[in-house]
């Protein structure tokens, strides 16, 4: 149980178009989801929390209007990276907070590459 | 406010030998600590956790940790390496912030390489 899927694993777009990654916790309810991002050699950045049915949180240094986070049910959150560069290729992780276990499940991951 | 360091970017033992990697943490308020592995290209796997219980918390994989209030540690331990557990290695820790929310903070994370 507590498995949360990451889809797409891996997507390469064109520069200038948008991508949106899906996060789905599949067997429970996930009242809050979280959205990183992991550099090259770095640890992984938070750059938001979403609550279902409410706008997103973003930490200080994101770009709303770039990564539109979207938490529309409780097994659904979707990120969207607007008009994208190549300085957004990065992997990007998204966890899922049991609603009742005191621990965030995490997606596989999905590897965005823009040209 | 809460924070992870992780010594040693890199850490290299052979097989068979103890695995040791250090964390140590500070937080404002009891944190709950996390051990997570990361494989090539994919997600993070929860090793083991700390929520305020027993001290000394076992994993999978034969991985345990120790959290150590007086040295705001919690360092990741296995007996014996096996090849299998080379991956990266991450510290976290948890907390609820000003809106309610838990947020985890994540250290810098921690390559196993192990030799045979």
């Known amino acids: 149980g507590a498995v949360v899927s990451q889809h797409p694993s891996r997507v390469i777009c064109k520069s200038g178009t948008s991508v949106k990654i899906e996060c789905r916790s599949l067997?429970?309810?996930?009242?809050?989801m979280f959205w990183y991002r992991q550099f090259p050699k770095k640890s992984l950045m938070l750059m938001a929390t979403?609550?279902?049915?409410?706008?997103?949180?973003?930490e200080q240094g994101v770009e709303k209007d770039k990564f539109l986070i979207n938490h529309a049910s409780l097994t659904l959150s979707t990120l969207t990276v607007t008009s994208a560069h190549p300085e957004d290729s990065s992997f990007y992780i998204c966890?899922?907070?049991?609603?009742?276990?005191?621990?965030?499940?995490f997606g596989q991951g999905t590897r965005l590459t823009v040209v | 406010a809460q924070s992870v360091t992780q010594l040693g970017s890199h850490v290299s033992v052979s097989e068979g030998a103890l695995v040791l990697l250090r964390c140590n943490y500070s937080?404002?308020?009891?944190?709950?600590l996390f051990w997570y592995v990361q494989y090539p290209n994919q997600g993070l796997q929860l090793l083991l956790k700390?929520?305020?219980?027993?001290?000394l918390v076992k994993g999978i994989n034969g991985f345990e940790a120790e959290f150590k209030k007086s040295e705001t540690s919690f360092h990741l331990t296995k007996p014996s390496a096996h090849m299998s557990d080379a991956a990266e290695y991450f510290c976290?820790?948890?907390?609820?912030?000003?809106?309610?929310?838990?947020?985890?903070?994540f250290g810098i994370g921690t390559k196993l390489q192990v030799i045979p």
């Open positions: 966890s899922a907070k049991h609603r009742i276990l005191f621990e965030a499940f």
């Open positions: 067997d429970f309810q996930a009242t809050t």
């Open positions: 979403s609550n279902e049915g409410s706008k997103a949180t973003y």
């Open positions: 937080s404002s308020v009891p944190p709950y």
């Open positions: 700390y929520t305020s219980a027993a001290t």
């Open positions: 976290a820790v948890s907390s609820m912030n000003s809106g309610g929310y838990q947020k985890v903070t």
